[in-house]
């Protein structure tokens, strides 16, 4: 073996140092006087540098071990053609001789993609190629090849994940995302419509509007009569057919309450029964502070505030006091109802309120759904009939569980 195939075989080494470490296998070694002075191998990838050729590694290090940036009387070997870099590089540290083995068509500066012998630069160097051409030829052939063997790999790695065995998986993740994804969905549709499945329905809501009045016997035989304005309000609550579960109401809670009117007239208190069947006696003890809850039992009793724990009706009552006076003489026959307002030049809109509370559903197994309620009343009829009945809209009531 010839010298230069000597130290070509060298720079292979040192180009299969860089294969190893998956870079593109390109080695150089710079020799003095028959000895090998420094080495090099491609670590662009490793370093992240652009500049980290072989060459250059190689011509770094020669100066470092002869202290000298003229390589003067240094001869190069190197598997792979030089760029234009490198033969830059070569130019400037004076090296007097360079070796090729394969030769690089899409980057090589002897005479692949330019000469750089071809310009006159002040240092001239020799440039010899074809040194154990196959071999390193061989050598960058083997790599490309391995790379894209690895892409084949990974790529039938995923083609292995999605095979018989293990599709089954699969499919049971996706249908398990799916399901999530649904569920997600249901809650956000529960969220803007309510709950479906409540196991009981408010079914209906009525408001029977009236007045009341409380006669004084005054001077000259007249009666002078105050005016109440009274609105009781009835809840029908029954089990949902569709609700195929048993379910037990534990308790039924209105809170919140919220009135408003627009005009001064009258002074406004909540009432709950003080008698079965939604019976009111308007007395401080049963005015609503801040919530009536009635509690499931055997029998609807409004009178102990308890509803059958599967329905019932239960209520409460609005009583505006003092919302008018009126007189009547001692033979007058006297109404006992709201067409007494209109005796008494009440308007409409001086008694109408608008009224919101919750009403929550709770059931012994200890679900909790609340529904936001809103509504008006009186009705215009409650003037010239005396009473006024007026069902609530159930349409806008959507119970949300809590
Ligand atoms: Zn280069």
Not at 4 to 29: C, Q, R, S, T
Not at 66 to 90: F, H, K, Q, S
Request: glycine share 6%; proline share 1%; with cysteine.
């Amino acid at each position: 073996m010839q010298d230069k195939e000597k130290f070509m075989m060298e720079a292979l080494k040192e180009a299969k140092k860089a294969y190893n470490k998956e870079e593109i296998p390109v080695g150089a070694v710079i020799v003095r006087d028959g000895k090998i002075i420094a080495r090099g191998h491609n670590l662009k990838e490793t370093d992240n540098r652009a500049t980290h050729h072989a060459e250059i590694m190689a011509i770094n290090k020669a100066s470092r071990r002869i202290n000298n940036w003229r390589l003067i009387d240094c001869e190069m070997y190197v598997t792979l053609e030089p760029c234009t870099m490198c033969m830059g590089a070569i130019v400037a540290s004076r090296i007097k001789k360079a070796y090729i083995g394969a030769m690089d068509e899409l980057g090589g500066a002897c005479g692949s993609v330019l000469n750089v012998l071809d310009y006159k630069f002040n240092h001239k160097v020799e440039v010899e190629t074809g040194i154990l051409k196959e071999e390193c030829e061989y050598i960058l052939k083997d790599f490309f090849k391995m790379l894209r063997d690895k892409k084949r790999r990974s790529k039938m790695k995923i083609a292995e994940i999605f095979d018989k065995k293990s599709i089954h998986t699969y499919i049971i993740i996706a249908v398990l995302v799916i399901s999530i994804s649904i569920a997600g969905l249901l809650m956000l549709k529960y969220q803007v419509e309510g709950e479906k499945n409540l196991p009981f329905n408010v079914t209906q809501i009525s408001v029977i509007s009236t007045a009341k009045g409380i006669h004084n016997r005054g001077e000259d035989n007249q009666w002078s009569t105050v005016l109440s304005q009274k609105n009781d309000i009835y809840f029908k609550i029954e089990k949902n057919s569709e609700y195929k579960k048993e379910a037990i109401i534990k308790k039924i809670i209105f809170n919140n309450f919220e009135i408003t009117k627009e005009s001064e007239l009258g002074e406004i208190g909540i009432y709950r029964p003080s008698q079965k069947d939604c019976e009111y006696n308007y007395e401080e003890e049963t005015i609503i502070k801040d919530s009536l809850e009635y509690s499931g039992g055997q029998f609807t009793d409004t009178e102990i505030l308890e509803i059958n724990n599967q329905g019932g009706v239960i209520g409460f009552s609005i009583l505006n006091r003092n919302v008018g006076e009126c007189t009547f003489s001692e033979n007058e026959v006297i109404p006992s109802d709201g067409k007494l307002l209109k005796l008494a030049n009440v308007e409409l809109k001086e008694i109408k309120i608008k009224i919101s509370f919750d009403m929550i559903i709770e059931t012994e197994d200890g679900k909790k759904f609340r529904a936001s309620i809103i509504f008006e009343l009186p009705e215009e009829s409650i003037l010239e009939d005396g009473v006024s009945k007026q069902e609530i809209g159930l349409s806008d009531i959507v119970f949300k569980r809590f």
